[in-house]
T-cell receptor
């Protein structure tokens, strides 16, 4: 596609439920990143993939968070037993390859609200 | 660890005013430097970048120069417009880490 797409755009869930967020990167981009943006806070790195492996998952807040990219393209971020503090906008980005000099292209985000 | 400090907002200016948003980063390694912008209701997008010392990134009238000696990448625009109202993020990217370290963001509002 023309840009990074994410779905759903909005998700409201009850505390304790599991959610799954999807990211479809730009075709041909080998690197994919997940960030989150909490209300009134900056952007927080969660995890990045190079192909189908995740060299850096240091930003995942807890073991309730899990991300995968099995075929090196679409990625899903799964949050189990959601908590209210998980409420945030989850952003996905992709770049042609990993490496600090590569521009990252961002999707529109998924706004997650945990009630 | 690597970090970035940018000017706190919100910043409110009148149209045609001069804008500076300060940004400094830690000097571990040799990062690429980016400014990203988030317009109301839109996703993050790259505004400009610089990848080596003394490089000047520019776009839409905005400029920023990679200053290695002061570890800074201040964003400037000579004459702001209402359409520049947005949140601006300074973002060094360290090649060893492959992730962008985002500043806290500066909300800019321009009065007509």
């Amino acid at each position: 596609g023309a840009g990074v797409s994410q779905s759903p755009s909005n998700k409201v869930t009850e505390k304790g439920k599991d959610v799954e967020l999807r990211c479809d990167p730009i075709s041909g981009h080998t690197a994919l990143y997940w960030y989150r943006q909490s209300l009134g806070q900056g952007l927080e790195f969660l995890i990045y993939f190079q192909g189908n492996s995740a060299p850096d998952k240091s930003g995942l807040p807890s073991d309730r968070f899990f991300a995968e990219r099995p075929e090196g393209s679409v990625s899903t971020l799964k949050i189990q037993r959601t908590q209210q503090e998980d409420s945030a906008v989850y952003l996905c980005a992709s770049s042609f390859q990993a490496g600090g000099y590569n521009e990252q292209f961002f999707g529109p985000g998924t706004r997650l609200t945990v009630t | 660890g690597n970090s970035v400090t940018q000017m706190e907002g919100p910043v409110t200016l009148s149209e045609e005013a001069f804008l500076t948003i300060n940004c400094t980063y830690t000097a571990t390694g040799y990062p690429s430097l980016f400014w990203y912008v988030q317009y109301p209701g839109e996703g993050l997008q790259l505004l400009l970048k610089a990848t080596k010392a003394d490089d000047k990134g520019s776009n839409k009238g905005f400029e920023a120069t990679y200053r290695k000696e002061t570890t800074s990448f201040h964003l400037e625009k000579g004459s702001v417009q209402v359409s520049d109202s947005a949140v601006y993020f300074c973002a060094p990217s360290y090649s060893s880490a492959s992730k962008i370290i985002f500043g806290s963001g500066t909300r800019l509002s321009i009065r007509p």
